[in-house]
């Protein structure tokens, strides 16, 4: 156990009976030379992370190396942007996390449960309404028939969609479909979410209010998120950890861990003043690659 320096006044003492006679058949006093150290709780030991990748590096047949060498640990509940310039690597990496796609090198290991992908597109069926296409994933996922309709419906509700549970996709904005695609995503019911641009086809206003879903699903559902965004002011707004990665090959060249991420909003000055961080390094990056 470790222990920490005695007080200044010296009247710290080794456990509760120190100082009173140990009754008998207890352990005997410490010894003096102890009496003045007082012991530290030993601190629970970190959960082992929900997503490790250890040393990975992928390459696409004979061509160049995309990733190399990426270690990355990601805690249970935790939200990590992964952010870097087009053609960085971060769509690789976040499919071998899924398990789309095997490592040349390295390791990953996830949940045994898997991880639930939303891509770009919502990719959603469109001859179904937005109830069916997540009574779909309940289906695959075994849930019984009898409760399906009611656990879509309280899902599309968690998305602010309860209004249009019978609406097909067509019939659909494009934020209303990425949020369809929440919900399908949320039914899987898997620890870990992986999220691959899935507001980048939105406009500033729809994706400002999805920033505001997502974190509230985050925080009620205690989901661990990997978020892939090129977008530093999304990164900024959304990540407890941004993961800055560097191109050719892949590779993460910075991290931030953000201390504080209840109450921000996309025009907050800390994620303004973080976004200004962020981009000087990636501008730095870029151009290191231009050279
Ligand atoms: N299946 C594949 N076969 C060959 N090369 C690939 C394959 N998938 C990706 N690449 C290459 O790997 C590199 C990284 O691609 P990736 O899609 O991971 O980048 P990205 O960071 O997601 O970019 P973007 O922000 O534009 O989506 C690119 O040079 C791409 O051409
Ligand atoms: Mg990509």
Redesign the pocket.
């Known amino acids: 156990m470790s222990t920490a320096p005695a007080s200044a006044s010296g009247s710290a003492h080794a456990g509760p009976e120190a100082g009173a006679p140990a009754p008998a058949g207890t352990t005997k006093p410490l010894a003096p030379s102890f009496d003045s150290v007082t012991p530290v709780p030993v601190a629970a030991p970190a959960p082992p992370p929900a997503v490790r990748v250890d040393g990975v590096s992928k390459r696409?047949?004979a061509?160049p190396v995309?990733l190399e060498d990426v270690s990355l640990d990601i805690a249970p509940g935790e939200f990590v942007c992964l952010l870097?310039a087009?053609?960085?690597?971060?769509?690789?990496?976040l499919n071998l996390i899924a398990g789309l796609d095997r490592p040349t090198a390295g390791r990953i290991e996830t949940p045994d449960e898997g991880s639930a992908v939303m891509f770009q597109e919502s990719a959603l069926m469109p001859w179904l309404t937005a109830r069916r296409n997540v009574e779909l994933a309940l289906r695959l996922r075994g849930v019984p028939r009898g409760e399906r309709r009611e656990k879509a419906l309280s899902l599309l509700d968690a998305v602010n969609l309860a209004d249009a549970a019978e609406k097909r996709p067509h019939e659909l904005s494009g934020g209303m479909r990425q949020r369809v695609a929440l919900a399908r995503a949320l039914a899987q019911d898997r620890p870990v979410l992986l999220m691959d641009?899935p507001f980048a086809a939105l406009d500033a206003i729809t994706r400002d209010l999805l920033h505001e879903e997502l974190e509230r699903v985050w925080r009620a559902t205690g989901r661990t998120i990997v978020f892939?965004t090129?977008n530093v002011r999304e990164a900024a707004r959304l990540g407890q950890r941004v993961v800055l990665m560097g191109s050719r090959p892949?590779r993460i060249v910075q991290q931030w861990q953000i201390a504080k991420t209840t109450g921000r909003r996309i025009e907050s000055p800390e994620v303004a003043a973080l976004s200004v961080e962020i981009t000087e390094q990636l501008r730095k990056e870029i151009r290191r690659n231009a050279a």
Do not use: I, M
Request: hydrophobic share 25%; net charge neutral.
């Open positions: 696409f047949g061509g995309v870097g087009s053609g960085c690597g971060k769509s690789t990496l641009e892939v090129h892949g």
